[in-house]
């Protein structure tokens, strides 16, 4: 009798001392993620993410910069932290396409990357796998001049044949959450294109400017490029290629405008869906995959 009042007051207590709640199984279940560090409260606090919105202008401009080295579908990401602002994007030589950012710099490059960033070390590395098993490697930084912590961590992917490297401006408890989060929101960026580089077609062609699709279809993207016949000014003719992620053409398809109202242009787009727009002011709807639409 005295082993079972000995047993009942050694169960309660080991309750009331917070033991937790108990499985089935006997494995304690923890009810919190914070816990207790001498006198300071502890607690993993996961930034809050933010949308990245970009102007037609900024889309063009990073447009531009990337195909001076050559990318000719880059990518950027649709979320980072809050407050995420985009600052610009340049075509910097020996480096790769750079997009500039309120608190990270994203580098897209055929050439391979490296981690280190103003001046930090690599302390530390980690393989991840992103969404749609694309890999990734997680890099951890120190030293870092001007850092308050000194600290930083950088992820490195490949997309389309060519690297990828966010660079974090600091450090934060979560960034392999944060990083991984930015990285699985990358698409390609899709609009209007001031200039159209196809030496083949520019000898019946005489182009105005063009437009690329953000969407990665099996590894294939899409072109269309607008302007006018050479041998007959007033007929407005729009080409519609698939590529591949270096700019290989795949295929590609050839579209006279239903009536002549001299060279022709991209005016602007929703989704695929675009506003073609003559000289004269003369519009058509025009959908990438279906030609010329009634309005």
Known sequence: MLRKVALCITVVTLLSAGCG???PDGVPVRESVTTTAGSASVSAVTPKMDAITYSSAQNTQIMQAARQVGISFPFVPSIGLKGTTFKGAAAAEGQGLVLE??????????????????????????NIQLANRIPARLYELSGIPGSASGEA???SLRRNNFNIMVKTSSATGAAETVLTEIADSFYAVA????????????QTIDFVNGWQTGEDYDSRFMLLEAGSLKRNPKQGVLIV???????ADLSQKQYLTPSRHGPVRVYSFNSFNLTIRAE???EWIFNVFDGFRTK
Do not use: F, H
């Open 280 to 282: 004269d002011g003369y």
């Open 21 to 23: 709640t108990i499985k």
């Open 101 to 126: 950012y309120s608190n990270m710099s994203i580098v897209e490059s055929r050439k391979e990357l490296n981690p280190e960033t103003s001046g930090g070390q690599v302390v530390g590395q980690k």
């Open 191 to 202: 609009g209007i294109l001031d200039q159209v580089n196809d030496p083949a077609n520019a």
């Open 153 to 155: 961590a950088n992820l």
């Open 241 to 247: 290629k698939q590529q591949t992620p270096d700019g």
